[in-house]
């Protein structure tokens, strides 16, 4: 990560664990029976996220921070997706855009940034069963090399292909060979830690594949990640708009302002290696959010993760939710 502060926010969003080194054992993930976004029958769960990108190399406070980039984020999760497997199937598409202003690197203004992303797994076992990803990477001036590429993996098929671009848009393909065995995707780990054991003062290992990081390695390899959870809750303001989800309104005895805080669990997703980047901060939701009979739980509320230079904080990346909805449009 460290590295990749010359770089595009997206290679930071999507690559979080290239620069990893593999486990040597298996942990054994402590996941909730019943997950976290499931209500009744097949659920449906639609998170929308204003995406922010800070120049922080002033400070992290709000008055020393300059905002360089602003995007949206969107998460769909959608229950039994048809397949051809007997089990039942979970699908999670994520779509990602960011544009850089002029208070962005004169390379990076005026440039848009996007990646999109689907996963699917078995919705008992959470296995993945298949991944794709799509980097869409404005081209800087003066930049030799395309950062854009694009994933398709079949875990059950034990094939995964890799798509890269040269200079002049000229496609290239690689494919690698996916050993037997039971992975979780990269593309799903907010999810994967969601519905781990979180409560307060917890942690809790799972494994997690990486495939541009397999592809640059050349073998298909897990990475052990934790999930840790601080032992106090913080509080979240986000909008008046969640009091429809069942958010209880809070009045300033001082101000008489009203408000509607979300209580969350302050936790840390991780690698545990020797070479790695910081961690993803993510505040889950302590309570859960209504909307008529259905009732989901652990709700990324915020969202964000760091790059260094210097040993110092210059960039910080957020994810704050502006919206959700249970029920299919």
């Known amino acids: 990560m460290k590295k990749a502060i010359s770089k595009s926010a997206a290679v930071l969003s999507c690559a979080a664990a290239i620069m990893l080194t593999a486990c040597t054992s298996t942990p054994t993930p402590s996941f909730d029976t019943n997950r976290p976004w499931h209500d009744v029958g097949d659920s449906y769960e639609r998170l929308e996220y204003e995406i922010s990108i800070y120049n922080t190399e002033k ?72 991944a794709y990803k799509k980097v869409g990477l404005a081209r800087r001036e003066g930049e030799e090399k ?91 303001h986000i909008g008046d708009w969640v009091k429809d989800f069942g958010i209880e309104k809070v009045t300033s005895d001082v101000t008489g302002e009203e408000y509607y805080p979300v209580s969350c669990y302050n936790s840390s997703i991780s690698i545990n290696a020797d070479r790695h980047g910081p961690p993803y901060v993510v505040s889950y939701a302590a309570v859960p959010f209504k909307s008529g009979e259905k009732e989901h739980n652990k709700i990324p509320v915020r969202i964000h993760y760091d790059s260094y230079r210097s040993g110092a904080v210059a960039r910080r990346t957020e994810y704050v939710l502006t919206g959700c909805s249970f029920d299919k449009e």
């Open 59 to 130: 400070g992290l406070g709000e008055d020393k921070r300059v905002t360089i980039a602003k995007g949206k984020a969107t998460f769909t999760l959608t229950e039994n997706v048809p397949t051809d497997d007997v089990a039942r199937h979970t699908g999670l598409d994520l779509t990602w855009t960011v544009t850089y202003n002029d208070e962005a690197d004169e390379k990076d203004r005026g440039l848009t940034d996007n990646i999109r992303s689907y996963v699917e797994w078995q919705t008992d076992s959470l296995v993945t069963s298949k």
């Open 146 to 236: 395309n950062l854009s590429y694009e994933i398709d993996a079949d875990y059950f098929a034990k094939k995964a292909t890799r798509t890269t671009f040269d200079k002049d848009g000229e496609s290239k393909q690689k494919t690698l060979s996916i050993p037997s065995g039971q992975y979780y995707d990269n593309e799903m780990m907010f999810y994967l830690a969601r519905t781990s054991s979180i409560a307060v003062n917890t942690a809790y290992p799972f494994f997690m594949t990486n495939l541009f990081d397999c592809f640059e390695t050349g073998k298909v390899s897990a990475y052990t990640m934790y999930v840790s959870t601080e032992a106090n809750k913080i509080t979240e």
